[in-house]
C-alpha cells in the first residue's frame, strides 16, 4: 500500500489553474522530492492533500483512504512544516513545542533527539519565539512536525533559512527515519537538496508533472558530456547516450590518457524537460 496516492488533481484561482491534473504516489518508506520553482504548485498540491485547501478536481487517499480532508486519526500519522510557518510569538520554545504534541495527541518522542541532531541550543527553549532568529524558528517548526514520530513526514521548503551545516544535519535525519519505515515527502527548489536524498522526484512545472521518477532514470534520458585526453595532451569533448558498459567499452578502445564522465546536473536537466514539454 502506497502512503500517500494523488489522482488527477486540479485547483483552480479563479481563471487561473494552479494545479492541472496532477497524478502521483508516494511509497511507504521512501524520501519522495517535489521539485519545481516558486509558483510551480508545489505548495497548492501539499495543501489540498492536507485538506487546508479545496481541490476542483481530483482524488486523494492517505494510506489507501480517499476523503478531501484527513480524518483526525490520519492527522495522527502525519507531520507537516507549512511552507509559510507561523508560530506563536508569545510562548517560549518550549512551549509551543507541548502545544503542538497535545495537537496530535501523542508524546514527542524524538524532540530533543532531533533538536540536538540539528545544533538546537536546548537552553533557548525557554525564551520566547519572537526572540528567535529565522533559522530558529525554523527549526522549532520541524521539531514540531518530527517530534511525534509520524508515519509520514510532509515538509513544504523545510531548510529555509537554515545554514548549510544545519540543512545536512536534517537531510540525514530524513534519510534516518526512511531507513526505518518512516515516509517523506519534501517540497524544494533546492537542486542539490533533492540530489542528496530522494529515492524519487516529481518535477512540477507550471502546475504539471514533468517527470516522475529516480534521479538514474532522469539522467538516463540525457546524455553524458565526456570529456578525454589524448596522446599528445590534446583535448576533446563530446556527448554520449547509451549504457555505462558502452561507454566504458569505448574509451577503452580510445585508449585516452585521462578522461572525465559528467552528467547534466539536476538543474539543467531541469530546464531542459520544462523546455521540451512546453515547446510541444
Not at 490520519?74 to 510557518?85: E, K, S
Request: with cysteine; aromatic share 8%; hydrophobic share 40%.
Amino acid at each position: 500500500m502506497n502512503a500517500i496516492e494523488i489522482e488527477d488533481l486540479t485547483i483552480r484561482y479563479g481563471a487561473e489553474t494552479a494545479v492541472d491534473a496532477l497524478s502521483f504516489d508516494v511509497r511507504r518508506g521512501e524520501v519522495f522530492g517535489f521539485l519545481g520553482p516558486n509558483g510551480a504548485g508545489k505548495t497548492s498540491t501539499l495543501r489540498a492533500l492536507l485538506g487546508l485547501l479545496k481541490p476542483d478536481e481530483g482524488v486523494m487517499r492517505w494510506f489507501g483512504n480517499a476523503a478531501l480532508v484527513p480524518n483526525e486519526e490520519t492527522r495522527r500519522r502525519i507531520g507537516y512544516l507549512p511552507g509559510d510557518l507561523a508560530l506563536p510569538n508569545f510562548l517560549t520554545g518550549c512551549e509551543t513545542l507541548t502545544f503542538f504534541a497535545d495537537l496530535h495527541g501523542k508524546p514527542a518522542l524524538h524532540r530533543d533527539e532531533f533538536l540536538d541532531h540539528l545544533g538546537f541550543d536546548r537552553k533557548a527553549l525557554r525564551r520566547k519565539v519572537r526572540t528567535y532568529s529565522t533559522g530558529m524558528r525554523q527549526m522549532i517548526g520541524l521539531a514540531t512536525a518530527v517530534q511525534h514520530d509520524p508515519e509520514v513526514l510532509v515538509l513544504d521548503e523545510p531548510t529555509t533559512g537554515l545554514d548549510p551545516l544545519v540543512r545536512g544535519n536534517l537531510i540525514a535525519w530524513l534519510q534516518q527515519r526512511a531507513a526505518v519505515g518512516r515516509t517523506v515527502l519534501f517540497s524544494s527548489h533546492v537542486l542539490s537538496e533533492i540530489e542528496a536524498c530522494a529515492d524519487r522526484i516529481a518535477l512540477i512545472h507550471r502546475g504539471r508533472i514533468r517527470f516522475l521518477g529516480s534521479l538514474s532514470d532522469l539522467r538516463g534520458q540525457f546524455p553524458r558530456r565526456v570529456t578525454v585526453v589524448e596522446v599528445g595532451g590534446a583535448r576533446r569533448t563530446f556527448d554520449r547516450n547509451g549504457t555505462a558498459m558502452e561507454l566504458i567499452e569505448e574509451l577503452r578502445a580510445m585508449q585516452p590518457l585521462d578522461f572525465e564522465v559528467r552528467y547534466a546536473d539536476l538543474g539543467s536537466l531541469f530546464r531542459s524537460l520544462a523546455d521540451n514539454k512546453e515547446g510541444a
